[in-house]
């Protein structure tokens, strides 16, 4: 394997933005979960609950609201007022509909899926018609006196429940009045001064309303006669959310203390028809609020400020009991967020709204194999670019030769210049960038640092050469057939010649860039790609997949290699396929051509196409044995797969020059530290 | 009848010289004159005069002046016109002041406003309907897309009815919004997410700090360990600029002085 030197940097400040709304799509079992910096991100539950796509966010908008209605469309509103649409082909914002009602608090599909309803801080019910290309203000309901913070529609769409400060209204839809106030108790822990906010309800088909507020109750309501028939308090803190599944036999609710509570409908003796609900799972997956939960057909998802997305498979609702009925939490971005320049060893960590650039330090010690060596030079602070206007950055890039930053936004594209003398850095932006480079889902230099490819959330690619401070267009590939699946990847190959991309229905495309035209598609798989990579001299196109599956295709030849072939035929060690999170970066080494190193948040792993593959009774994991083993045996249990799972976790690796690698680590106590205050917890003895 | 002595007052010296006269000359002729009501009992005409023997001593043994009912009014009538004319004055003045100011706000008004011809443009271009973002035009940042509907029933703010203009002038392609309606919509904004802090946040909900939070498990363990961020890294961060700063220094100045 050799020996490295390994750059373990734990600079990077990266915190996650917590998690606001999630919205459950049965038909195609997809999750939009939202995030409160106006991040809206799409989780594909079947292909290994990978984030597809997403929608960068903006300082003006924060979302309250998040929903799916009929035919795949994704409605959200926020406190800006607005009603939101997202067009999931295009990745940007259809439109965006402004209710007049001030901020909005809370908005519901009908569940026929034609009307959408959004509760404002007026106090009004808004209703809307959703219209196949946008959406139509119908009429106001009975203005209330404080701001609906909750809404649901009865499953017949006849009566909705809104859940304001202190009381909860049942309307009627057709006549558009308050058929019922329900008010609500403030006793919270024997002190009723703060007010009750109603943060959840819920309607049953029965008639039934459950409604979940800030005092830490969880009520039953008869909504024909507007009593309240159960109450069961269940949390000292505030219960923020609440989802009911389809069959409407259980709901699971979400609490500041970040516990998950699961309601169910039982029978109360084993023979007898009367059912009632009982409070039957306790979940504690987060350290905070749990501001949002979803109840799928299998599965309890839940999200809140900790920044985790929590899936919990349901025993009993999981058919085939595998490793795909385990929990998952999902913590580290599926995609890359830091960019490498390696022959000035800089490094471009991208945030929300700024871009850092670092210097690696340098050491002249050596040492023995898990040494730490001391640093003889600290790395460095160059540079903190913020970014203009309110919009988050969408995706940066930094050229290998360290003189060139790219980054992107939904309006705009900001390319600079970078001098460097002795140990001064100057800046220079190049002005005047093309309208329809704005948007870019990816943006990746080549290696020589003469040309800029940038995709655009149209799907078309665009090739620049980039001059001393100036640009030239070059090209445009138009978007190929086949529809948007997930994010476009890019890769380029180290000689220049070919431009590989993912993302639509077609499968991986391949660009000659020399003739610039499309050279070959790799067939389509079923999972969507999650890396990319062009390895040098052999020009074979390394992609992996979701699904833990990775391909190796040989451009040149247009086929899949031998070893490719081998490996998919035996298929993978079953530990390599139950790993959690996706590969994110692949990289090769320049003079070993049968090494490839690839990396997820919790390993690294470099496969050496030289050795044998493991089959499922080896050990996948095998660290170095100790010297004293005989070489036999080393030789014996030697695979192709070497994983260390020293560094994590990882949020990004790659190999400077041949003897060094950068680890990239976030541990995730740095991230806690910076999280906003939990609910206090009693703890007896302290 | 009460005489009054001429004191220190506010009308100015020549006035008061002038008056000296007069009230010497028609002092026989007050005794007349009771129709200006002055107390001439002796309960109101003591305390005054208490005030004087403390003051002056040696008027004690003069008599007072007389003073006629004419020249007292002709005084009073001359004291109001003065008071009359300096209010006239103070008035013109004033007014003429607000007239400057105004002129002045009217020109840098008009060096703020846009040029005549683009608000020309502006005011004859009608409404917008629901804005797409298209890929052609490069709208400004602030973006804000209204439509007017007609509601049937009332809402508490007015309707907020701009007038979005799109396209003035064949070059630009730039929206224009009524800044006081943004700043309605910032303030609700504001106020909404003030409200979410305090219900989440404010007095009243039992937080607690990260790092008690963290810490919680360290004291139940047999061995008490320290909190979880013990350390407070961001204390002192000056001094410890300074100090590096320093050291570099002092290790360059060793450098050239040993050479």
């Known amino acids: ?486 994010m476009c990847l890019l890769a380029v190959s180290p000689d220049g010649n070919w431009l590989a991309s993912s993302g639509t229905s077609a499968g991986v495309h391949v660009y000659n860039i020399k003739h610039l035209k499309l050279h070959c598609t790799v067939p389509s798989y079923n999972f969507p790609v999650t890396a990319l990579a062009i390895a040098p001299n052999t020009n074979n196109l390394v992609i992996a997949h979701s699904d833990q599956q990775v391909f190796e295709y040989s451009i040149p030849d247009k086929q899949y290699t031998e070893w490719s072939r081998t490996i998919q035929k035996q298929g993978f060690h079953y530990l390599w396929l139950q790993r959690d999170t996706p590969i994110t970066h692949i990289s090769f080494h320049p003079k070993r051509p049968m090494h490839i190193l690839l990396h997820d948040a919790y390993m690294f792993c470099i496969i050496d196409k030289s050795l044998p593959l493991p089959n499922d009774k080896t050990l996948l994991y095998n660290p170095l044995p100790p010297t004293k083993e005989s070489d036999v045996i080393r030789r014996r249990t030697a695979h192709a797969f070497k994983i260390s799972k020293i560094y994590k976790p990882l949020l990004f690796m790659d190999l400077l020059d041949e003897r060094t690698l950068v680890a990239v680590e976030r541990p995730l106590d740095d991230i806690i530290a910076q999280l906003p205050p939990p609910i206090k917890k009693k703890k007896f003895g302290t | 009848m009460v005489q009054l002595r001429p004191r220190a007052s506010r009308i100015p010296a020549s006035a008061m010289v002038d008056e000296g006269q007069p009230p010497s000359e028609e002092e026989e002729e007050a005794e007349h004159g009771l129709l200006l009501g002055q107390p001439s009992s002796g309960a109101a005409a003591e305390p005054l005069e208490e005030e004087d023997e403390e003051g002056d001593d040696e008027l004690d043994d003069e008599a007072p002046e007389e003073l006629t009912f004419a020249s007292a009014q002709a005084e009073a009538r001359e004291e109001e016109r003065r008071v009359r004319e300096s209010v006239r004055r103070d008035k013109t003045l004033l007014k003429e002041k607000r007239k400057r100011r105004e002129e002045l706000f009217i020109e840098q008004k008009k060096r703020k406003l846009l040029p005549d011809n683009i608000l020309e443009k502006l005011t004859t271009a009608g409404p917008t309907n629901i804005k797409k973002p298209s890929g052609k035009l490069k709208e400004a940042n602030l973006q804000k897309k209204k439509e007017e509907y007609e509601k049937g029933s009332d809402s508490k703010n007015a309707k907020e009815k701009v007038q979005k203009v799109q396209s003035v002038g064949q070059n630009k392609s730039y929206v224009a919004l009524r800044l006081k309606d943004q700043d309605l919509r910032d303030a609700r904004q504001q106020a909404a997410k003030a409200f979410i802090q305090n219900s989440l946040y404010g007095p009243g909900t039992n937080r607690t700090t990260i790092n008690k939070f963290l810490s919680l498990e360290n004291k139940r363990l047999p061995v008490k360990k320290a909190a979880a961020q013990f350390l407070n890294n961001a204390w002192g961060t000056q001094k410890k600029q300074n100090a590096k700063r320093f050291k570099r220094r002092w290790m360059v100045r060793k450098m050239k002085t040993s050479k």
């Open chain 1, 1 to 486: 394997m050799g020996e490295f030197k390994v750059h373990r940097v734990r600079f990077f400040n990266y915190i996650p933005s917590g998690i606001r709304c999630v919205a459950y799509n049965n038909q195609s079992n997809r999750l939009a979960v939202s995030r409160t910096d106006g991040t809206v991100e799409i989780y594909n539950l079947s292909a290994n609950y990978f984030q597809e796509k997403f929608f960068p966010g903006h300082e003006s908008r924060a979302t309250e609201a998040l929903c799916w209605a009929k035919g795949q469309r994704l409605f959200s509103a926020g406190l800006n007022g607005e009603i939101i649409e997202y067009d999931l082909q295009a990745l940007n914002i259809k439109y965006a509909v402004d209710a007049f009602g001030g901020p909005i608090w809370s908005m519901a599909v009908s569940p026929h899926g034609s009307q959408l309803l959004v509760g404002c801080e007026d106090g009004s019910v808004k209703l809307f018609q959703i219209t196949p290309d946008k959406i139509q203000f119908e009429r106001n309901f009975d203005r209330q006196k404080s701001r609906i913070l909750s809404l649901c529609w009865h499953p017949s769409g006849t009566h909705v429940a809104a859940g304001s400060i202190d009381y909860i209204s049942v309307f009627d839809v057709k006549s558009g009045s308050a058929v019922h106030k329900m008010l609500v108790d403030r006793q919270y822990m024997g002190v009723s001064k703060r007010k009750c906010i109603i943060w959840g309800v819920a309607f049953l088909s029965d008639g039934t309303v459950i409604s979940v507020d800030s005092a830490g109750k969880v009520q039953f309501w008869d909504s024909a006669t507007g009593t309240l028939v159960k109450n069961h308090l269940i949390a000292n803190a505030d219960v923020q959310s609440i989802a009911v599944s389809d069959q409407e036999d259980s709901f699971v609710v979400g609490t500041a203390e970040g516990t998950v509570f699961h309601f169910q409908l039982v029978s109360v003796t084993s023979n007898s028809s009367e059912k009632q609900w009982v409070r039957t799972k306790p979940f504690q997956h987060h350290t905070h609020d749990v501001r949002a939960v979803a109840h799928s057909p299998t599965a309890l998802i839940s999200g809140g400020t900790d920044t985790h997305l929590v899936i919990r498979p349901l025993m009993e609702k999981v058919e085939v009991k595998n490793y795909d009925a385990a929990l998952r939490k999902i913590t580290f971005p599926h995609r890359r967020l830091i960019s490498c320049s390696k022959k000035r060893q800089l490094l471009l960590f991208q945030f929300t709204h700024h871009l850092e650039l670092w210097r690696l330090g340098s050491t002249v010690a050596t040492g023995k194999n898990g040494d730490t060596l001391p640093l003889s030079r600290n790395a460095d602070h160059l540079l903190h670019l913020k970014t203009k206007g309110p919009e988050n950055i969408i995706c940066s890039c930094i050229s290998p030769c360290g003189s060139w930053i790219a980054y992107s936004t939904t309006s705009r594209f900001f390319l600079y210049r970078l001098n460097y003398e002795h140990d001064n850095i100057s800046l220079q932006r190049v002005s005047k960038m093309p309208a329809f480079l704005r948007s870019a889902l990816q943006i990746l230099f080549s290696e020589d640092s003469t040309k800029l490819f940038v995709a655009s959330n149209q799907g078309s690619l665009h090739v620049i050469r980039l001059l001393e401070g100036s640009f030239k267009h070059l090209h445009t590939f138009q978007p190929q057939s086949g529809t948007v699946e997930s």
